[in-house]
């Protein structure tokens, strides 16, 4: 009797330990199983990968918390557009008036966002200038070394060489990139000099224009780094992140960069490269998926003669 109670119990130890061993490993393949289809699994496994690459060497195309990285690149003497760049931007209308001004399409929600919310606040923010392309900088340009050849009696070279002290070269002015505009207000619209500071318009701007990824691009006492007369009209979009940080620190664009280590000695850009490094993501996308969005229509700004121009270029 004692042999069968004893046969019993081991009987019912085992299959209890039988039970627990398939429960077990049921559960860590369930488990397995959720790894590989749930989203939440799948990012946090990428973000992993990003954090490894991270401690190798940083890139801002993956800080989740700098949104629009793509904007923050350099657009000056130095650090000319690609030629090409007009075909390489997607263009909106942001503003109507006597005309309509574009900016690039991934920034035109934050302006639009921004002269909503001022005019909600009793300003109202007047856009003198947006978007240019390169080709009708290039027409500015040429118009403008003519101009003074004709008019002033001027040699082509020092026709050549005044221009360019009023007159920034094709790809070399931040407009001909769809990320810069000229603002204003109906009580003060002149660029001869930087009387614009003194509105409730540039007070608003100077307080809020960060909240929307705008900076003061070329600010009070910078010219001998920007190169560009204290402008208190022209506005940069570099995205959230940058802007607040950029405000913070008080530094111009180009002190900015420099002070990131992103410079070389000649004022170069060596790191964010926008444009390019846009160009090298669209190709290799390109390359991945097939050809479906080179059908997309590109919308660029109409070209004006020069004489319709009613607002001096500067940069
Ligand atoms: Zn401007």
Redesign the pocket.
Known sequence: MNGIKYLIIITVLLLALAFVLTNFVFTKNSGEDENEVLPTNTSASVTEGSETAAATEYDPWEDENIDNAWAMFLVNKDNPLPENYDNMIETKVVFESWREYYLDVRAADYLERMISDAKDDGIDLLVV?AYRTIEYQQQNFDNSVKDRMDNRGMTYDEAYADTLAEVALPGE???NAGL???IMCEEYQSMDDDGFENTDAFKWLDEHAAEYGFIL??PKGKQDVTNIIY?P???RFVGLYYANEIKKSGLCLEEYFAEQGWLDENGKAVKMRGPFEEQERQESERAETSVTSETEPKKTMPSIPYSEQKVT???
């Open positions: 200038s002015s931040e407009h810069a505009l000229d691009r070329y402008e009209w022209h506005y270029i500067i940069v």
